[in-house]
């Protein structure tokens, strides 16, 4: 059975960081692009941030570019995204989420399964 657990969300000041990880289990993750996605309340949920299933390959939305970086550990089964400079747009729940194909970007439509969420809070 396939199960994704996020942790590592929380309430941080504007300008702080926190560090999401997304802990994958049921499958190997090395087969699988992973995806970080966020929805805000009101709003839809989008693309954050994706990684191939080497790595070799990261996307991330203009929003968060040059802020968050995605990572992962396949021997951990574990799959990581740095948050630095937060801005309180940024307060949302986060889903990780991954996709069987080769490459699924962040097009929410191209991934399987979903993890429950973590919600960060920036807030002064």
């Known amino acids: 059975q396939v199960q994704l657990v996020e942790s590592g969300g929380g309430l941080v000041q504007p300008g702080g960081s926190l560090r999401l990880s997304c802990a994958a289990s049921g499958f190997t993750t090395d087969y699988y692009t992973i995806g970080w996605f966020r929805q805000a309340p009101g709003k839809e949920r989008e693309g954050v941030s994706s990684i191939s299933r080497t790595g070799g390959r990261a996307s991330y939305a203009d929003s968060v570019k040059g802020r968050f970086t995605i990572s992962r550990d396949n021997a951990k089964n574990m799959v990581y995204l740095q948050m630095n400079s937060l801005k309180p747009e940024d307060t949302a729940v986060y889903y990780c989420?991954?996709?069987?194909?080769?490459?699924?970007?962040?097009?929410?439509?191209?991934?399987?399964?979903w993890g429950q969420g973590t919600q960060v809070t920036v807030s002064s």
């Open positions: 989420a991954t996709s069987r194909r080769f490459w699924a970007g962040l097009d929410r439509t191209n991934y399987d399964y």
